[in-house]
């Protein structure tokens, strides 16, 4: 019984984990040090505006925004 509830227990943090994954695969190449540069890589994504993550920017006006535009960059 024990180790059930504690196998419940890791459920959120592998959930959490595989986000985290994700998330840094979509950002490798699209983090960049100055806002011009994102807003010239939202262009090519044909998205609009940037956002801050950290000290570094993103293309897209929110991360949501952004994984629907490299979905459909080709």
């Known amino acids: 019984m024990n180790r059930f509830i504690f196998s419940l227990s890791l459920l959120p943090l592998q959930f ?14 699209d983090m960049f040090p100055s806002k011009s540069a994102a807003l010239q890589r939202a262009k090519h994504l044909k998205c609009s505006g940037v956002f801050q993550m950290g000290d570094q920017w993103m293309p897209c006006h929110d991360f949501s925004a952004y994984q629907k535009a490299i979905k459909n960059e080709k």
Not at 16 to 29: C, H, K, N, R, V
């Open 16 to 29: 959490f984990a595989g986000l985290a994954a994700s998330s840094a695969q979509a950002q490798e190449g």
